[in-house]
């Protein structure tokens, strides 16, 4: 198995990378019950050198759930009824969710309305009360 490259800042080395297999769920006849096409991974993220803390801190943020007692980020595949296609997902994927919390995200900026939206907004205040008082029963104005 070759090193995973997520970018130019990080390459997983393929000893950090554990995968195995398992029989997959799902429709598929017979095949589904001979064949292990399910493909599930274990990186341990305490052992990967590449990652600085910010970047570990953030992927256990966002993926939390996905990491197991022994810290280890656990991914499964078995979109595909093809080993070496849920392979290359897995991979992938991994590789998509460490590029996401590479970096911190930005922060908002607090915006004001515009004029012209504070207007429409008025405006269709206005629209919903003449509305609602053209519903009403001419002899209740007292």
Excluded at 109 to 123: E, Q, V
Aim: glycine share 6%; net charge positive.
């Amino acid at each position: 198995m070759s090193d995973l490259i997520v970018n130019s800042r990080l390459t997983l080395p393929a000893a950090e990378l554990t995968f195995s297999a398992a029989r997959s769920s799902g429709p598929g006849g017979q095949n589904v019950n001979k064949v292990n096409s399910k493909v599930i991974l274990h990186w341990s993220m305490a052992e990967a050198e590449g990652l600085n803390a910010g970047w570990r801190r953030r992927l256990k943020a966002r993926y939390g759930n996905r990491i197991n007692r022994d810290g280890e980020f656990v991914l499964h595949s078995e979109k595909y009824r093809d080993q070496s296609r849920n392979l290359t997902d897995v991979k992938k994927r991994l590789c998509d969710m460490l590029k996401e919390c590479e970096f911190p995200p930005k922060p908002r900026k607090a915006t004001k309305p515009s004029y012209g939206s504070k207007l429409r907004r008025l405006n269709h205040k206005r629209e919903n009360s003449q509305k609602k008082q053209n519903r009403r029963d001419p002899g209740m104005n007292d």
